[in-house]
């Protein structure tokens, strides 16, 4: 017996020939002229399977389809997205201490799982447990940032058939897009919008939505506003200051008007709303008030000095009311909620921001409304940071005064266009035609 060139056995005194269509041999070791029979494989002698054409096309078209959907995955993939994913798995203390606990018990000599185990389990197990303890510490953050944020109390009184909601700059926007969401939810909770332009949405049917429309800019017209949404709607339960406008100048460039413009409707006007509903709110201990901030509180760029100005001025407002109700006003269920947002799409948004999408992408109104809707779903106040990396962008300030004064000027990059489109009267000095919404 004879083994083959290919790994096959031939009888010594019979050897096997197999031939190719062009007559080289394939199998012979024992041939007699061993050279002139052993396959040939130049290029000229060699056949090569065609793949056929409509297999071809389907692969090509495979092909295609697997990269428009990582195209589309990676656009669509952003720091927070990936941040969700490691809370719900590594991070997840729900997933990682069962498993560090069965390593732990694996790795025992004596255990039956041990047995026949050829892997040096010690440092998987020690990885196991240090995530275990980074999840539960993230979780204790979460729950002492809750708590605090709400003096430790629970509210269980919210009933949205009953709740009032008055939404200021509620025409487009964040402001419209909540409202539809809290309408999606429940059609029976009353929405009352507050903006300088009508309605650019169709409220849907059967659901509860009162239009005023003010001028927020000037204080007569934001008192009796009040008066007469008490009258015809309520006391509102929840107020969300949400309208806010752009002038877009430098300190220098910019008008009297247009600072005052500026600071009266993004501060003043909360200031004022928030003196006219709040009494009921603490009188009934029962009331959530959401303030838009905005990142340039925490890193102002150059021509909204104002805006940055009335933004910062917000988070004074919710920082200072959190103290007032807990210790003057006896309210600690009344709720507080501040949002700090990087750019929006929004009608104040024009340009292109030149940030990487991934760090800072850019939101949607949609995505700030149905957080500020869940957060009022939910019975607490937070402060909410969206994108999620801005939380560790306003430690900047905190920070040496070098890394921050670099981190600013990196704003310089950005294309915005920060010029409002609103109209001022330049003899009354008030907004004249309404645009596409005075809304944040």
């Not at 020939?17 to 002698?45: K, Q, V, Y």
């Amino acid at each position: 017996m004879a083994p083959t060139r290919w790994g096959g056995i031939v009888p010594s005194s019979k050897v096997a020939r197999e031939r190719r269509t062009d007559g080289a041999c394939i199998a012979c070791l024992h041939c007699s002229n061993n050279s002139r029979h052993m396959p040939s494989f130049s290029s000229s002698s060699r056949v090569e399977a065609q793949p056929k054409p409509r297999l071809a096309s389907f692969t090509v078209a495979i092909g295609i389809l697997r990269a428009g959907i990582m195209t589309t995955l990676l656009k669509d993939l952003t720091i927070d997205t990936v941040a969700v994913v490691l809370r719900g798995t590594i991070l997840n203390p729900g997933l990682t201490a069962p498993m560090a606990a069965a390593i732990t018990w694996i790795w025992e000599p004596d255990t039956f799982g041990s047995r026949g185990l050829h892997v040096n389990l010690p440092q998987l197990r020690l990885a196991a447990w240090v995530l275990t303890a980074a999840g539960l510490a993230l979780r204790l953050h979460e729950q002492l940032n809750r708590w605090t944020a709400n003096n430790w109390t629970r509210d269980s009184t919210w009933d949205w058939d009953k709740e009032i909601v008055l939404i200021t700059g509620g025409s487009s926007g964040i402001g419209a897009t909540m409202a539809q969401e809290l309408i999606a939810r429940n059609p029976r909770t009353k929405i009352v919008v507050v903006d300088y332009v009508p309605l650019t949405w169709q409220p849907a049917p059967r659901s509860d939505v009162r239009y005023f429309q003010c001028d927020l800019s000037d204080k007569t017209a934001i008192r009796a506003l009040c008066d007469r949404v008490r009258r015809e709607a309520g006391n509102p339960t929840v107020l969300v200051n949400n309208a806010g406008l752009s002038r877009g100048f430098t300190v220098m460039d910019g008008t009297y008007t247009d600072v005052e413009l500026t600071i009266n409707t993004n501060l003043i006007a909360p200031f004022l709303l928030v003196k006219e509903f709040l009494p009921h709110m603490v009188k009934s201990n029962h009331g959530h008030i959401i303030h838009v901030g905005s990142m340039s509180s925490m890193m102002p760029p150059a021509r909204i000095a104002d805006y940055a100005a009335t933004k910062a001025g917000l988070t004074a407002l919710h920082e200072a009311l959190q103290l007032e109700l807990k210790y003057i006003h006896q309210a600690p269920k009344v709720r507080l909620t501040l949002g700090i947002f990087g750019f929006i799409r929004t009608p104040l948004f024009k340009g292109q921001t030149g940030q990487p999408a991934f760090l800072f992408p850019l939101l949607e109104s949609g995505t700030v409304a149905r957080r500020f809707v869940d957060t009022l779903y939910s019975g607490f106040g937070n402060t909410i940071y969206l994108p999620g990396i801005m939380r560790y962008v306003a430690m900047l300030r905190g920070g040496p005064e070098w890394l921050s004064r670099m981190s600013r000027e990196q704003t310089q990059k950005i294309k915005v266009d920060y010029v409002g489109y609103q109209k001022v009267n330049s003899k009354t000095g008030r907004l004249e035609t309404p645009g596409a919404g005075n809304t944040a």
